[in-house]
């Protein structure tokens, strides 16, 4: 299921998982077998390994299957353990890809379950397998990296504080095209955004409020439209993002904007998308919300404050929203 995004208690780790991909996590290390390998020869690379599942490929990297504890222990109940991996293994294996967000493979994990998901390169090759373990090291050394960064800046702004009333930024904008369907492509602009309002000095919350805000609406572009352009617009106070696409618009609005509504698909699905929660978090992130959808293209609006009135605002939000 995918989590519910409240911008109060979203912390830190929840923004480094949409900042890593999976090939930043996923082990590279890959203990596989070939289809004519037996599932004692599974059993015994399990054990010597301490994994819970192998992936079987043909031609060295072509995923053709997974053999898990499960499935030895029903070849050993068989009295089949000499059998090839062939016959045991699980054909239908849930994959992920290299490069979609690692917040994707987290809720495809979540959702199905599983202890490892293979992942594949764009062209269908197995390039690694991730755990939950690889998705908490990962999330633990990037969080370290951030935290000595932030010490380091914290002693940058002491020695720059004298001066640093005389830098005034004035309106920046960014601007993104972004093509139907490219998944790969997901998480630049919520990249760049994020980046940007870090520069203004906006606290954590107001930066990571914009960072989804931005990631959903690209999103959202990516998977239900035919193509569009999403632009930020920043200012002394605030920061505008704009999502405009060529179509084919929202039938009902009132009904997208409920929290569970999907049109994804099953493919889409599969990646981890289509919770029904984009448009609901983009809401709750911002301290304005517009949304038109006619079938010409949707258009949104959000503007998020840099120096909120209260945080209160947005619990309310969330509060009225619910019900
Ligand atoms: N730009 C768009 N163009 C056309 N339809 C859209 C657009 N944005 C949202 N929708 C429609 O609104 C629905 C709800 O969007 P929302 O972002 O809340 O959920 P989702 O994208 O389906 O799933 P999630 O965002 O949780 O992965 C979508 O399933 C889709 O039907
Ligand atoms: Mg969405």
Redesign the pocket.
């Known amino acids: 299921m995918?989590m519910r995004i409240d911008p109060v208690t979203y912390t830190p780790f929840h923004e480094a998982l949409y900042d890593l991909r999976v090939r930043d996590a996923m082990s590279k290390n890959l203990i596989v077998l070939g289809p004519e390998a037996t599932m004692l020869d599974a059993q015994i690379a399990m054990r010597d390994h301490r994994i819970s599942g192998i992936p079987i490929v043909i031609d060295g990297d072509k995923l053709v299957g997974l053999v898990s504890i499960q499935d030895v222990i029903e070849a050993l109940v068989a009295n089949d353990i000499h059998a090839p991996v062939g016959k045991w293994m699980t054909e239908k294996v849930y994959t992920v890809r290299e490069k979609i967000p690692l917040i994707q493979a987290v809720k495809e994990l979540q959702k199905r379950g599983f202890g490892r998901l293979p992942v594949l390169n764009a062209e269908d090759r197995l390039v690694g397998m991730l755990t939950n373990n690889d998705v908490t090291r990962a999330v633990m050394l990037r969080l370290n990296e951030e935290a000595r960064a932030a010490e380091q800046r914290e002693a940058d702004l002491m020695a720059r504080s004298m001066s640093a009333t005389q830098e005034r930024p004035g309106i920046e904008r960014i601007e993104i095209r972004v093509e139907p369907m490219d998944l790969d492509a997901a998480g630049t602009f919520a990249g760049l955004v994020k980046k940007a309002v870090k520069k203004r000095g906006v606290s954590p919350d107001v930066a990571r409020r914009a960072a989804i805000a931005a990631y959903?609406a690209e999103?959202?572009?990516i998977?239900?439209?035919m193509g569009g352009i999403l632009e930020a617009f920043l200012s002394d106070q605030d920061i505008t993002i704009l999502s405009r696409?060529r179509g084919?618009?929202?039938p009902n609005v009132d009904e997208?904007m409920k929290e569970g509504?999907?049109?994804?698909n099953e493919v889409v699905r599969a990646l981890g998308?289509?919770?029904?929660?984009?448009?609901?978090n983009m809401k709750r992130c911002s301290d304005e919300f517009s949304i038109s959808?006619p079938a010409s293209g949707?258009t949104v609006t959000m503007k998020i404050l840099f120096n909120p009135p209260s945080q209160a605002t947005h619990q309310e939000n969330a509060t009225e929203e619910k019900t």
Request: hydrophobic share 45%.
């Open positions: 995918r959903e999103v959202n572009v998977l239900h439209s696409d084919p618009g929202i997208a509504f999907s049109t994804a998308f289509g919770a029904g929660m984009g448009l609901p959808a949707t």
